[in-house]
Structure formats: C-alpha cells, structure tokens
C-alpha cells in the first residue's frame, strides 16, 4: 500500500496486539492492571484493520503494543503485517523489556527486516536489564534501533465518578492525541480500555466513541480523530492529571 496524496495523515497510532500485560503498574493508562487473561489480538483480524486503515489514512509513527507485546506468540506476524501496509511510516514495538532476552533470531530477523524500532519503557526495577537488551540489540548489528523511555511517572487520570469538568479535563489532556486502534474502531485516547474497569466492577462508564474504519469513509475518519472537543467520556478523567512515581500493584 503506497503512500497516497488523497489520503489524510495522522501523525500517531497504538494499536495492541494483545490486552494483557506480565507487570502490573499503577495507572496503566491503558487499564492492563484489570487484565486478569490472556487477550491476543487475533492476526487474521488485525491484518483485515491494518490494511483496511491503510486503504484511509497515512499514519507517520505506529506504536505496537499492549500490555506487554512479546506475549504474543505471533509477534513477528504482526510486525510483517504492519510493514507490509505501511511501508513508509516509523514502526514501534512498545514493550517492558523483560521478555526481550528470550527471543529467538526470527523475531530479531522481523525487526531488522522490516525495519521496527524497540521502544523499551523502563522501571526502576527493572534498568539492569537495559545492558543485556542493548548487547542483544548490538549482536544483531541494530543497536541504532533502539528507544529508550525512562518510566519514572506516572499520571493518576481516572476519575471513576464522572465528576470532572468535560471542558477543563480535555483542555488540560495530554491523551487525547494518542489514537487507538481496537477492535476495528479508532479512538482518539486510550480511554478505550475503560472497558475493563467496567468488566471488572460491573459499572457502565463512558468510553471514548469508536470510530469504525470499516463503516467510515476517510474523510469522515479524519474529520472524528481531528474535532478536538470534549467528549461524554471526559467526565471520567481527573481535571488536572496527577503525577505519581511508577509503582506496581503488589
Ligand atoms: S508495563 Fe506498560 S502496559 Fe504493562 S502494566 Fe505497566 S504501563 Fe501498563
Ligand atoms: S476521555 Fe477525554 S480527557 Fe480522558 S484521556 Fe480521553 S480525551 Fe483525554
């Protein structure tokens, strides 16, 4: 799939290749700490998204991701998939590291083939490792590949009694650009994943609305990801966003 000068751009997508998560961090923005199974994205489906998005909208940078994406035993295909429809957009695999150490030379073959970045979040827990990713990464003649984000904060958002201010929670939202793909809908913020918190505490709180690729033209995809207003959902998101050092639930 080309690049194509009819096509609107967006310049950011997370697209998770499964829910579940092997750390527990408090405030997960994507919810992974209520994530009790194993959910894997099923491949068939995602390649059905990926080139169905592709056929819509240029993307500049997609992130891979979770939860922890090296769970999934397809990791590699969804790596082809994503490359294969967006040949030219910067390709992320998003993980906590932690499974890195164990992958075998296919997976590191996929990320050099298709030209992936690791986009490693790290924990204070967890920096020893960092020298034994980036050898790894080095033996592959990849080093270069590497994405470093230390994860030290964390930003308390949810609200789960719908009490804030629509306005004042969008204006002061740094999530609202970070796109979602899941379950063949877009959603502008990860707040998608909301879903568990309602699953788990038999509640019915507001997600952000889905934008179904399939159903909309790319015009009208656009238009929805770009509104820039606040949504029902916002209500359910603290008004000023509250900075926490990064801990995980015991
Ligand atoms: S490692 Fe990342 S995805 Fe997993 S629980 Fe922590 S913040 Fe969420
Ligand atoms: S629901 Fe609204 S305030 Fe909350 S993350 Fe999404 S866009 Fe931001």
């Known amino acids: 799939m080309l690049f194509c000068k009819n096509k609107k751009t967006i310049n950011y997508l ?3 290749i499964t829910d579940s998560c092997n750390l527990k961090c408090k405030n997960c923005s994507h919810f992974c700490y209520l994530v009790d199974e194993l959910i894997l994205i099923n491949i068939d489906d995602f390649k059905k998204d990926v080139e169905e998005l592709s056929k819509k ?18 990791v590699n295909e969804f790596m082809y998939y994503t490359r294969l429809f967006f040949p030219n957009s910067i390709i992320k695999l998003v993980t906590n590291g932690l499974l890195l150490a164990a992958k075998k030379s296919d997976f590191w073959d996929c990320v ?57 929670a969008f204006k002061n939202c740094t999530r609202k650009i970070c796109t979602n793909l899941w379950n063949h809908k877009l959603y502008i913020c990860p707040e ?14 507001d997600l952000p609305y889905g934008i179904d690729i399939y159903k909309m033209s790319s015009k009208k995809i656009y238009e929805n990801l770009t509104k820039n207003k606040p949504l029902k959902a916002c209500r359910y998101c603290k008004e000023i966003p509250v900075a926490q050092r990064w801990q995980m639930y015991k």
Do not use: A
């Not at 690791?118 to 034994?132: N, R, T």
């Open 192 to 205: 998608c994943f909301r879903y568990y918190y309602n699953k788990k505490n038999k509640t019915n709180i």
């Open 57 to 74: 909208i240029n993307i500049n940078t997609i992130r891979l991701m979770g939860g922890e994406p090296l769970l999934h035993p397809q």
């Open 14 to 16: 997370e697209i998770h």
């Open 112 to 168: 050099k083939k298709y030209n992936i970045y690791i986009d490693l979040s790290y924990y204070s827990l967890y920096k020893k490792y960092i020298d034994e990713v980036k050898n790894i990464l080095k033996m592959n003649n990849i080093e270069d590949r590497l994405w470093l984000v230390d994860q030290k904060i964390f930003f308390n958002l949810f609200n789960q009694y719908g009490t804030s201010n629509e306005e004042i």
